[in-house]
């Protein structure tokens, strides 16, 4: 058999040689036809698996961004029944959307996929464009994701990396330096094309993910792990000490204050502004409780910041617990008593909208997570199982 010897050096102390017949099987790296094999035994079931749509790989990546699969598979089904394909995404309205992408956080993702799908009825014949230069140019799709794309629903021979990847190949191929610092990125990205076998970047670009999502976890399971022969931090005994870790960023405590006001029968919501955090959500008015502040006085002065309004608090009802991003957010909830200002039409100084709606229409507004607590806790106390009264964590 005669060949063509390209060689790859994947760590400081080996290398390997990748070698291309013509028109024969190419002689996939040995790391590469391990993960190939491992995952054609143990890939998961997943819904997007079953036909690799463009459309289904595009909203699946998006959706996993910063979300467990388990919760990613429940969110996707109910996106694909509601919405099909990028036409229907396009002219969805807003608020369907982030109800349907309520509790996944990062709303941004949400209303990048409306753009983006109006982008594709504009100018791609309502599909998902095939190559890279063109996903990269759809708002809210990033290198990582285009790559996704490309690879997983169109074929393309490009290597992708997220998180478990390098862990997988920072553990395999004794990656020394921090895996946020970009250079080490860099040189990951590297390593997995270098591996990538050609015609196959489908299986093997998810191989590697989901082998360190189920073997090669931040706990690894090195005992059943096919990859054992070949793994560098494990014979030199540093499979703890890799992937190194850069500087972690700060966790950031924060207290923050909203209030429920009812009138008639109905509570008071609005919406927030586009941009910014949680754009486009419905919630309660309030604000960050400021220095030298009670949450009682935060409640009041926020109110009146942003609606011109006048109220006092009656009651706590509760005192709500949830993280996102690096905050810790500790969010105080007040019953309030409204006194005077304008209740049919605020001055709306933080908000694009607002609504008195019955309490039972809450669930059909997308909130941010701890005002969907709240509200959960709001309806529970309204179907007789309580007040509410207490702490809940996420
Ligand atoms: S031996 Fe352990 S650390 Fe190395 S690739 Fe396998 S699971 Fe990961």
């Known amino acids: 058999m005669t060949g063509r010897g390209l060689p790859v050096k994947v760590s400081d102390n080996t290398l390997y040689f990748l070698s291309f017949f013509g028109e024969r099987m190419p002689d996939f790296h040995p790391v590469a036809q391990t993960l190939l094999d491992w995952f054609a035994q143990n890939m998961r079931p997943l819904p997007w698996r079953a036909d690799y749509s463009p459309y289904h790989v595009w909203i699946s990546e998006v959706m996993l961004q910063q979300t467990q699969m ?5 969110y996707f089904r109910r996106w694909i029944a509601a919405l099909p394909d990028p036409p229907a995404v396009a002219t969805a309205h807003e608020d369907e959307v982030l109800k349907l992408w309520e509790g996944l956080g990062y709303y941004s993702r949400a209303r990048n996929l409306i753009k983006a799908a109006r982008v594709m009825v504009r100018d791609h014949h309502g599909r998902v464009p095939d190559d890279e230069a063109a996903l990269r140019a759809l708002p809210g799709i990033g290198p990582y994701t285009a790559r996704a794309i490309a690879s997983l629903a169109f074929g393309h021979d490009l290597a992708v990396v997220d998180a478990n990847v390098e862990r997988v190949f920072s553990r395999l191929f004794d990656v020394d330096t921090p895996v946020r610092e970009t250079a080490t990125k860099r040189r990951i990205a590297d390593l997995a094309q270098q591996l990538l076998p050609p015609g196959r970047a489908r299986d093997y670009n998810q191989a590697v993910m989901e082998f360190g999502a189920l073997v090669c976890r931040k706990n690894p399971d090195c005992g059943h792990c096919p990859l054992a022969a070949h793994c560098e931090a494990r014979r030199l005994g540093i499979v703890a000490h890799r992937p190194v870790p850069g500087k972690q ?27 910014g955090v949680w754009g486009g959500l419905w919630e309660f008015p309030g604000g960050t409780v400021e220095p030298g502040e009670i949450p009682e006085q935060t409640i009041v002065r926020e109110y009146m910041e942003e609606l011109e309004w006048a109220v006092a608090p009656t009651r706590r009802i509760a005192t709500i617990r949830h993280g996102y991003t690096r905050f810790r957010v500790t969010l105080h909830c007040f019953e309030l008593e409204f006194l005077h200002g304008d209740a049919e039409n605020p001055p709306l100084h933080e908000a694009t909208q607002c609504r ?3 309490l039972a229409d809450l669930g059909r507004y997308a909130l941010p997570a701890g005002h969907r607590k709240l509200a959960d806790m709001l309806s529970a106390a309204e ?11 996420k």
Not at 70 to 74: A, D, F, H
Not at 261 to 269: A, D, E, K, P, Q
Request: without cysteine; aromatic residues 4%.
């Open 356 to 358: 008195w709606i019955p």
């Open 383 to 393: 179907g007789g199982e309580g007040e509410g009264e207490g702490e809940r964590k």
């Open 70 to 74: 388990e919760r990613g598979v429940e």
């Open 249 to 275: 960023a700060d966790i950031q405590h924060v207290d923050v204050a909203t209030g429920v006001v009812r009138r008639g029968g109905l509570l008071f919501i609005q919406r927030r502004p586009e941009d």
